[in-house]
């Protein structure tokens, strides 16, 4: 069994910074390429930024890339998100997810197992 467990999301002001953090568990997590995505309500989930399971590989979305950053610790089995310089409509709940192998993929179709998801808000 695959468990994702996020964490670090909060309310913070535009302009600042925050980290989210995913714990896996369950498999081995270098097998698992791993991605972010969001969601607000009504409003599909769409995809944030995705990683290869050696961490060699990254993609993002156009929106946030320069911004933030994803990255894999794969000895404590941890994905992250730095996310700077956050914007209002950054505000939505994140995800992180896994597949069961290097797709690159941007659409929550190709991933495999989900975590429950944690806030993130951005005032003003």
């Known amino acids: 069994q695959v468990n994702l467990v996020e964490s670090g999301g909060g309310s913070v002001q535009a302009g600042d910074s925050l980290r989210l953090s995913c714990a896996f568990s369950?498999?081995?997590?270098?097998?698992?390429?791993m991605a972010w995505f969001r969601q607000t309500p009504g409003k599909e989930r769409r995809f944030v930024a995705t990683?290869?399971?050696?961490?060699?590989?990254?993609d993002y979305a156009d929106s946030v890339k320069g911004r933030f950053t994803i990255s894999r610790d794969n000895i404590k089995n941890t994905l992250f998100l730095q996310m700077n310089s956050l914007k209002l409509e950054d505000t939505a709940v994140y995800y992180c997810?896994?597949?069961?192998?290097?797709?690159?993929?941007?659409?929550?179709?190709?991933?495999?197992?989900w975590g429950q998801g944690t806030q993130v808000t951005v005032s003003s």
């Open positions: 997810a896994a597949a069961t192998y290097n797709t690159g993929a941007v659409t929550p179709g190709n991933y495999d197992y």
């Open positions: 369950g498999r081995p997590f270098s097998n698992y390429a």
């Open positions: 990683i290869g399971r050696s961490g060699g590989y990254t």
